[in-house]
């Protein structure tokens, strides 16, 4: 593999010698090969490389957020063309396309992806894939890896060989408040679920100290990265009792607990 990372190194017959030490190897009497230096190496037969590269394993790691594919042989990142047909598929019909995927990894056996945010959502939101080792596969097309020697990778399904969920709580990228629908809008940094929303873990403050623990209220947002809150009459009126909360962007503050959803 060494070798073949080399660009300009046994390529063909032409860039193909070979030298030796002097210790390189001894005869049946003990006596040692003459060194050949590397100013006097053999012309040596060449044989093209044509063995097609096959994956040996793959992870999902949905909190980096990476696809990391070992190869059996060393593949040239540079021809890699995500473009071409990259997905994770489960058994069913649930597939979410990688194709705007990308990768900072040295050519090499290794290749680590990096799966584009928008795709990473995709799969947090699909319940029907990614959440076990069972229903986590990967789909590649044969046009979209190519070891160091020009040879495609056949195109192949692969059960994941290791699935590291997501275990990063998720944060508030931003909030908004509209005091006249009665409705608190919050921005997540990646998808959350409604039905996880604990209302009276969201407080309203003013910004000078004073809070006000939510009692209740309605959302109908989907499964996303915002969730809109109804306000229920009793936590409205209550905001809308205090003078100073709530009354313009520097008194409208909201701090919600980890486990808030």
Known sequence: DVIKTQRTNSVDKASTYLSVAIEFV???AGNTVKAVSKNSAFDAEHTKDTTVP??????????????TIVFSEAMDVAKS???????????????VPLTASSTQS?????IVVDIDTDDLHSIKL???????????????????FYDMRSNALEAIVKDVDLLTKDTRAPSISSVSVD????ELTIIYVEPVRRNTLDFSLIEAGDGKGDFYRLTGGTSESLNSL???IKLSEVDLNEI????????????????ANKDHI
């Open 179 to 182: 005091m006249d629908l009665g």
């Open 226 to 228: 915002q969730m809109k």
């Open 81 to 95: 063309d995500f473009k071409q047909s990259f997905a994770l598929v489960a058994a069913g019909a649930d597939t």
């Open 106 to 110: 040295a050519d090499g056996n290794t």
């Open 240 to 255: 809308k009792r205090r003078e100073d909360m709530w009354t313009s962007k520097a008194t409208s503050v909201v701090r």
């Open 54 to 67: 096959t994956v040996t394993t793959f992870s999902l790691d949905l909190t980096a957020g990476t696809v």
């Open 126 to 144: 699909n319940d029907g894939i990614a959440t076990s080792m069972s229903n986590t596969k990967l789909s590649i097309d044969t046009l979209t």
């Open 26 to 28: 001894k005869d049946s």
